[in-house]
């Protein structure tokens, strides 16, 4: 049996992590659920994980669930981080760039080079992409880092421009990261719904949605501040789908 919290997961945040998933585990196990004991923690590729047979919980983001994952596993929740201008389970990207760049705009970025994580990250790719888009500002894709923690430190390095990056990422990243006070946001997109908790296709989504919000409601205080969980929502999947998706990097 497989069981992840992997978008947010550093050294910082996995013992609440790990904690929380004891919550969880649990409490499934008190309804008949078989659950594993740990967590599996740093894995390089998250897509054996999603499409496990034994995959008990994971998180993923937006854009997988709706190109691949939609119909082949079941839709649990939608964790809500508390996002500053969203609503609950919704979340955003921030365009970061270096603190000492002089270009005061988004629009002043005409151009630039672009890091970004992933081609199927929603906040790393395509909802910035959406946004550029209705601004008339085109960015020139230039590297492909594999994490938004990697895209800050190539903006922060002089590697790239300007990269957009996960509001709860970035978040943690000012938070524990000293390369941080390098960077400063120049703007941020519209929100969407935020990473989904996603499990294996048949399991029962309620009873996993109660195990994981009794587990959230009964995190210590410290665990809530290092993580930035607040509860579980329910998000449709069809709001999932309707997000829009642009064309992947041309490079």
Known sequence: MIASLPMYDRAETAGANDRLWAGIRDRLRDRGIEAPDALIHGAP?????WTAPDLVLSQTCGYP?????????????????????????????????????PRPALSSFEGARLAWNDDLSQSGWAGPQTYLARLGVHLTPTLRTGGHRLSAIAVSEGRSDIAA???VTWRLIQAFDDFAGGLRVVDATDPSPGLPFISRKGMDADALFEAISAAIEAMPEEDRRITGLKRLVRIPAERYLAVP????PAL
């Open 45 to 49: 590729d998250l897509w054996p994980h």
């Open 165 to 167: 990056l996960d509001a």
């Open 65 to 101: 669930y709706r190109s691949r994952l939609h119909g082949a596993v079941t839709l649990v929740g939608t964790p809500d981080y508390g996002v500053e201008h969203c609503d609950p389970g919704h979340y955003r990207s921030v365009f970061v760039v270096r603190a000492d760049d």
């Open 245 to 248: 998706t642009p064309p992947p």
